[in-house]
């Protein structure tokens, strides 16, 4: 069965720290076609990227507001990817969603998790 189970979120103070997984299951993130984002919604906006990054070289983007206090990485070995977040924000809550694409035989799989809410708030 594949799937995409976000963990880690929380409430947390500003200034706080989290760390959101995702872990994968039913496909591997190993891929060299792989593109893993992170999402997120807050009530009453739209989804918005907060950060990706592909397989094949290794490349990230990032939301500008969350540029240089948020990092993505992934960790092959145990097909999960991360969203490290630092200096949180109270403009930082949403429940954010990891997200992962690849296009195999012409054919485009796109993967959501569920979710997982992340408060920051004092």
């Known amino acids: 069965q594949v799937q995409l189970v976000e963990s880690g979120g929380g409430l947390v103070q500003p200034g706080g720290s989290l760390r959101l997984s995702c872990a994968a299951s039913?496909?591997?993130?190993?891929?060299?076609?792989?593109?893993l984002r992170w999402y997120r919604q807050a009530p009453g906006k739209e989804r918005e990227l907060v950060a990706g990054i592909t397989t094949a070289d290794g490349s990230t983007v990032y939301a500008d507001s969350v540029k240089g206090r948020f990092t993505i990485s992934r960790d092959n070995a145990k097909n999960t990817m991360y969203l490290q977040m630092n200096s949180l924000q109270p403009e930082d809550t949403a429940i954010y969603y990891c997200n992962a694409r690849y296009i195999a035989f012409l054919k485009v799989y796109d993967y959501w998790g569920r979710g997982t809410q992340v408060t920051v708030s004092s």
């Open positions: 039913g496909f591997a993130f190993s891929r060299d076609d792989m593109r």
